[in-house]
């Protein structure tokens, strides 16, 4: 079993920055591929960015250029860097992890992972 943590969530003004960390226990997370999602109230969960092991990353068009999503394998530890927030990224974001990804695998697909963290809240203010 994974048990994943999320920390760094606040609340930031509009054109801020935060940096969301992910950390694992239980097993290693180095072969897992690892994820970013949000869930604003409302509305479903999206895709935000993921990693696969040798840190070949993906990200959802929202947040292309403004996110980056890294891991640290000594620490067990993924991170989210968010830069120039905006209004529309205010929502619960979950950390999440894929046991079954591959070499190159940094999935979009919720249904993907097996492990979920219990969110961080973000909040942007105009």
């Known amino acids: 079993q994974v048990q994943l943590v999320e920390s760094g969530g606040g609340l930031v003004q509009a054109g801020g920055s935060l940096r969301l960390s992910c950390a694992a226990s239980g097993r290693t997370v180095s072969r897992y591929g690892m994820g970013w999602f949000r869930q604003a109230p409302g509305k479903e969960r999206e895709f935000v960015a993921a990693?696969?092991?040798?840190?070949?990353?993906n990200y959802a068009d929202s947040v292309k250029g403004r996110f980056t999503v890294s891991r640290d394998n000594a620490k067990n530890t993924v991170y989210l860097q968010m830069n120039s927030l905006k209004p529309e990224d205010t929502a619960v974001y979950y950390c999440a992890a894929d046991p079954r990804s591959s070499l190159t695998t940094a999935q979009r697909m919720a249904g993907e992972y097996d492990y979920w963290g219990q969110g961080t809240q973000v909040t942007v203010s105009c």
């Open positions: 990693i696969s092991w040798i840190a070949r990353t």
